[in-house]
C-alpha cells in the first residue's frame, strides 16, 4: 500500500480508504441503496448441437455445458464517491464514478432478472430475446472500506485564509492516465 503524503502531480496509488459520501442512489433492480451502485446486465444462451462446445471447468477438470453470455451493459449510478485514506483522515480523493471498475465478494455471482427496468433499458438497449436475463450488482455505501489502486492527482482547495486550519487535502482520480479499480473490503 502507498501513502498520499508529499504527492504534488500525477502519481499511481494502492491505498485503503473508507467511503464518506451518503448514500444517495437505489438500484432499480434490488432497491439497495449506496453512495454509488454498479450493475451489469447480460444474456446467456444455451448453445444449440450445432453450436455445442465443451468448456473445461477449472474445478477438477470436469467438461461441462456452459452457456454462453452476452453482456447488454454496465451502467454505475451515482456521480462521484467521495473517500478518506485511512491513515490520512484529512486526505480526501473523489473518485468519478462513471469511470471505474468495481470488484467486491461475491461480485461475480449472478442472479436471474425477468425484465431490463425501465429506467435502465435505454442504456442497455433490448435483449434479442433468444436467453435468459442475469445481473451482476455491487455497491459500496458509507463507511465501507475500499481499497483503491489509481492515479492521484492533488485538487485545489479554495478556502478561506481565516480557516487554513481546517483545511483537508484533497486529491482527485485521473481516469486519463490509468484505470480506476475499487475493491470493497470485508
Not at 494502492?14 to 459520501?21: G, K, L, N, P, R
Not at 477438477?60 to 491513515?87: I, K, Q
Amino acid at each position: 500500500m502507498t501513502t498520499l503524503g508529499g504527492i504534488d502531480g500525477p502519481a499511481s496509488v494502492d491505498i485503503e480508504t473508507t467511503v464518506t459520501s451518503v448514500d444517495h442512489v437505489e438500484s432499480p433492480i434490488t432497491g439497495t441503496r449506496g453512495a454509488l451502485v454498479q450493475i451489469e446486465i447480460f444474456e446467456s444462451h444455451r448453445l444449440s448441437t450445432s453450436q455445442h462446445r465443451e468448456i473445461v471447468i477449472a474445478t477438477s477438470g470436469n467438461f461441462v455445458d456452459a452457456p454462453e453470455e452476452r453482456t447488454l451493459g454496465v451502467a454505475t449510478l451515482g456521480g462521484s464517491l467521495l473517500l478518506c485514506a485511512r491513515d490520512e483522515p484529512a486526505a480526501k480523493i473523489t473518485v468519478r464514478a462513471r469511470v471505474c471498475a468495481i470488484t467486491s465478494a461475491g461480485s461475480r455471482a449472478r442472479r436471474p432478472l425477468r425484465r431490463v427496468p425501465p429506467e435502465l433499458a435505454e442504456l442497455f438497449g433490448q435483449p434479442d430475446g433468444g436467453g435468459e436475463l442475469w445481473f451482476r450488482e455491487v455497491s459500496l455505501a458509507h463507511g465501507d472500506r475500499v481499497r483503491l489502486r489509481a492515479v492521484v492527482v492533488p485538487s485545489p482547495r479554495v478556502v478561506p485564509t481565516e480557516y487554513r486550519s481546517a483545511a483537508t487535502t484533497g486529491f482527485e482520480t485521473r481516469d486519463d492516465l490509468g484505470a480506476v479499480l475499487l475493491d470493497r473490503l470485508a
